[in-house]
């Protein structure tokens, strides 16, 4: 079954109906669908050859067969580089195609010199009668090529498609289950459609969990080591921040001292994380992210966080096979997991949400000292647009809960914000399910209102 990436097609289309050749780079996180899509939009006439670690002699032969299917005896002539390869491949194409390479940086990995071939065959016109689409899975190495003002491709590409994990939203319509097993879904596989196969295969959320990520012979028992195995040189050292935010250090100076590491030689690591979706900074709402030093790290995708917080903990009782035993720990974890991504996804469903005729800007959350100088947290707080109004907000997964209590929590936390300034106060639940009994004086958005604004 295939949803979504409807705004991808559509701009791969538009590319590729201009008159002129176009380059079109393709990349993301691996499992995210990027070959499904591309084979979505490349017709029978085009060729799409997905590339691997074999020597550069083996690779040119098996993409010169592979341009057999649309001129035959392509192959039979002996190509001694890439050069000589896409030099014919220009004389005797008869009318204009698309070429796709998948899984490019296997390629440079053992032709460094294809690029700058790639930029001469682009600047000269050489590529007159086909379309390149360059597409990979180390997204490092795909922005170095693309984006890096030093590489030879850079302010070539037409279209730099980055393919991201879908959203909440997709999820429910691949599954079509009901809002709150969405959630509980995702909260552990997240938005990669592949993972999403993996769990359909199995009757139930907690047999997908035993079956692909708890038994060692399990498809996704590894995944996040073969995802750092193509991105960083440092996955030791990648692993080991994952590994320790999963556990519950969220601060920088933790992080280093677990790691015995000065806090600045995790800048660089830490920020590769960022970049790559794994981990995200959080800071309290009113402050600048450039100057507080009141900075949180947080394991940002799902599926990663669900794995660092469950699996990499138990990897030694899970390889004597005790896969029933620590299911029953996380079984009885679950809910106060889910509650920390529920909370997220509050935070994130916030600026397509319209309360009381506003709209608001990005929520985050707020920590620090209260004007009645004690400690104090609130989930999610967001501004209006028009900065008249503050929204204040609890993010809830509980079955069985008194909104009133709640409500009044919240309220008596608001009380003590020291930076309202004459603006308007609205409160929000984001709750599970809806109570059975409600307040005027508090809004209620449950997970159907949270899966329909986060498209």
């Not at 979706?277 to 790290?297: A, D, H, I, M, W």
Request: glycine share 4%; net charge positive.
């Amino acid at each position: 079954m295939f949803v979504n990436r409807i705004k991808e097609i559509k701009r791969i289309k538009t590319a590729l109906q201009q008159e002129s050749s176009v380059l079109l780079v393709v990349y993301g996180r691996r499992r995210c669908g990027k070959s499904t899509l591309l084979k979505k939009v490349l017709s029978e006439n085009d060729i799409y050859f997905a590339a691997d670690l074999r020597e550069k002699s083996l690779q040119i032969e098996a993409f010169a067969k592979s341009i057999d299917e649309i001129a035959n005896g392509f192959s039979k002539l002996k190509y001694p580089d890439w050069d000589s390869l896409f030099h014919n491949l220009k004389n005797i194409l008869n009318q204009k195609i698309t070429i796709c390479i998948d899984e490019f940086p296997y390629l440079v990995k053992n032709s460094p010199e294809l690029p700058s071939l790639l930029q001469n065959i682009i600047d000269n016109n050489i590529n007159d009668k086909y379309n390149l689409i360059l597409c990979g899975s180390s997204q490092q190495m795909m922005q170095n090529m693309t984006l890096n003002s030093s590489s030879p491709l850079y302010g070539r590409c037409n279209e730099i498609l980055k393919v991201k994990p879908m959203t909440l939203r997709w999820y429910n319509e691949y599954f079509r289950t009901n809002a709150i097993e969405t959630i509980e879904g995702y909260s552990v596989y997240g938005g990669v459609p592949r993972y999403w196969e993996l769990q359909k295969n199995q009757q139930s959320l907690a047999d997908s969990i035993q079956y692909n990520l708890l038994d060692t012979d399990g498809i996704l028992f590894k995944e996040p080591e073969m995802l750092f195995y193509d991105e960083m040189r440092t996955s030791v050292l990648a692993f080991s921040i994952l590994t320790l935010i999963g556990l519950g250090c969220n601060r920088l100076s933790e992080i280093a001292g677990r790691l015995e590491k000065p806090a600045t030689q995790l800048n660089r690591p830490i920020k590769l994380l960022i970049d790559l979706g794994y981990v995200r900074r959080e800071t309290p709402f009113n402050t600048s992210p450039k100057s507080t030093k009141k900075s949180l790290y947080k394991i940002s995708d799902p599926f990663m966080s669900f794995y660092f917080s469950f699996v990499v903990p138990n990897k030694s009782r899970l390889e004597f096979g005790l896969i029933e035993q620590v299911w029953q720990e996380i079984n009885g974890k679950l809910n106060q997991y889910i509650s920390e991504i529920w909370e997220e996804l509050c935070r994130n469903a916030v600026p397509g949400l319209k309360i009381e005729g506003k709209t608001f800007n990005p929520a985050q959350r707020w920590w620090g000292t209260g004007t009645d100088k004690k400690p104090m947290e609130i989930d999610i707080v967001a501004e209006s647009t028009d900065k008249s109004t503050l929204l204040f907000g609890e993010a809830k997964w509980i079955d069985n809960i008194s909104s009133e209590k709640i409500t009044n929590e919240l309220k008596a936390k608001t009380k003590n914000v020291p930076f309202i300034q004459n603006q308007k106060v609205i409160h929000v639940l984001f709750l599970k399910r809806m109570p059975d009994k409600t307040s005027k004086e508090v809004i209620i958005i449950t997970p159907a209102d949270v899966i329909a604004v986060l498209k």
